[in-house]
């Protein structure tokens, strides 16, 4: 079972030793289609504007304007409706998955801990990468090469023990920290 979640952000529980925690709201989810794969075709809310291609889908499953995303993921509902969130209660372990913060091109030393040159008088090494071939064979960069590039905007998949789950308020609780800034959206699935 998969739920689309919403990162609050992070704290810690009141308890001696205190456990850091991530808090994660569980998003108001409609079941439109089910698939024979047990996979399902859902609509969901992220507060943004909607164009006239999701209003088409919307009178489509007769949605209200509030579920304005749309995304396939596995669910325990057998029919069209409210997305069951009664698995949450029983879980012990999720799968979470979300985007890192984008930090755009970014140069080896922040990308990847390179040290750099050294910082007296005398070079013109810096903050460069270097020398980045072999010698006359293999006569190429070598591929995963650590370089410059893009830093960050990847997907991640953690699991995390989860704490405790508020089916009224719909926060789920989990263990440790989940990538991605806080108000990001991604999905949780459930693992054990």
């Known amino acids: 079972m998969e739920f689309i979640v919403e990162k609050i952000g992070m704290s810690r529980t009141v308890s001696v030793p205190s456990v850091p925690v991530t808090l994660l709201k569980v998003l108001d989810t409609k079941v439109c289609e089910i ?13 943004k504007k ?11 499953f007769n949605l209200s304007k509030e579920f304005n995303r749309f995304a396939t993921i ?3 509902n057998s029919e069209a409706g409210d ?9 012990k372990v ?3 998955t979300f985007k ?29 990468v270097g ?10 960069v070598m591929p995963g090469k650590k370089m410059p ?11 995390n023990e989860v704490v405790s789950f508020d089916a009224e308020t719909g926060i789920l609780v989990v263990k440790g920290s989940i990538a991605g800034p806080n108000g990001a959206l991604g999905k949780v699935k459930v693992a054990k």
């Open 83 to 91: 997305l069951d969130v009664a698995g949450l209660a029983e879980a």
């Open 50 to 60: 909607f164009n006239k291609t999701i209003e088409g889908q919307q009178k489509k």
């Open 100 to 128: 890192t913060k984008g930090r755009g091109f970014q140069g080896g030393v922040k990308r990847w801990n390179f040290a750099g040159g050294r910082a007296s008088h005398g070079h013109r090494m810096g903050r460069r």
């Open 74 to 76: 596995a669910v325990a």
């Open 35 to 47: 698939a024979e794969n047990g996979k399902a075709f859902v609509a969901y809310s992220n507060g």
């Open 94 to 96: 999720l799968k979470s």
């Open 149 to 159: 590039g893009q830093y960050g905007n990847t997907n991640v998949t953690v699991k």
């Open 131 to 140: 020398s980045i071939g072999n010698c006359e064979w293999p006569g190429r």
